[in-house]
């Protein structure tokens, strides 16, 4: 996961739709990313090949320039709300449309709104179907951005980005987590271990006393927490100490030896290199912006 990545959402269409059936749309592709909740009916959805069977609170991920065909079935309506949107609003974000064409159909001279593909650098292996595990907290969430982004009340931009980020990084999370039983079974081991992790920020501590403190096996306490939190037990436990250091150099007087100290370093050396690796600055200097 790229977590230098820096979203700037870009609201294309937020619609609450309903269409009786039979519908079908596609085979097409989109310049942007569009993310469909289905409130009600069932859809057969085919993306570059695979097919799936898409049933009522479950979301649909579409991607730049992915091919799909969406079919209804088994159903005599259709509810689903859906967005279009860029990750990263940029000067051709308000001229890309909502395409219903086939890539061979699109004119070359249209190539340069699709939009680049970096929902991969944040959920490398994200599907096209996902299954909350609230999908009434989804459409909850879904239903307010498109009645806000449609009323646009004073400030709607604002709350309608915050809102839509909150939807996709729980989108993201459940892409990530699946809804695993081991996932559900080892969240409160995961819990526990963080805070074995930011209780122990003033010493180093190893991927085995962590485990041996939680009851399961350090291979298996890596995996579940990666998911979890996106990173290993032993880079959650120093960039907490490198945060806890970042505090003290702006919010004390305490000398670098003894802040070096205070977040588990022995010398001043091996805190200022792990410190700049992290940051790409210096202690002293940090403390002096």
């Known amino acids: 996961m790229d977590e230098n990545l820096k979203l700037s959402p870009y609201i294309r269409v937020a619609w609450n739709d309903y269409q009786n059936t ?40 579409l991607r730049p320039k992915q091919e799909h065909l969406i079919q209804s079935e088994n159903c005599s309506r259709i509810h689903q709300p859906h967005i279009h949107f860029d990750l990263q609003e940029d ?20 190539y340069g709104l699709f939009r680049e593909d970096r929902l991969k650098e944040i959920c490398p292996n994200c599907p096209s179907v996902i299954t909350p595990k609230d999908p009434k907290e989804v459409e909850r ?21 915050g809102k839509f980020l909150q939807l996709l990084g729980n989108l993201l999370r459940e892409a990530v987590w699946g809804g695993s039983k081991d996932h559900s079974e080892y969240e409160g081991a995961m819990q526990q271990a963080r805070e074995i992790i930011i209780h122990n920020l003033d010493r180093p501590i190893t991927l085995e006393e962590i485990a ?59 805190f200022s290199r792990a410190f700049k690796n992290r940051e790409n600055i210096s202690p002293s200097k940090y403390r002096k912006t």
């Open 212 to 270: 041996q403190r939680v009851n399961i096996s350090k291979y298996y306490l890596c995996r579940q927490f990666k998911k979890v939190y996106g990173i290993s037990p032993i880079q959650y436990h120093l960039n907490a100490r490198i945060d806890r250091a970042k505090w003290l150099l702006i919010h004390t007087d305490k000398s670098l030896t003894t802040i070096a100290s205070e977040v588990g370093f022995d010398d001043i050396y091996s």
């Open 91 to 110: 000067e051709s974000s308000p001229h890309a449309y909502v395409s219903f064409s086939t890539l061979a159909e699109i004119p070359p001279s249209e």
């Open 22 to 61: 039979p519908w079908v749309v596609g085979p097409r592709v989109i310049f942007d990313y569009e993310i469909l909740y289905l409130a009600e009916g069932e859809l057969k959805l085919t993306v570059e090949g695979n097919v799936y069977h898409v049933k009522a609170g479950q979301v649909i991920l």
């Open 141 to 161: 969430l879904i239903l307010e951005i498109i009645t806000e982004y449609e009323n646009r009340k004073i400030y709607s931009d604002i709350i309608v980005r």
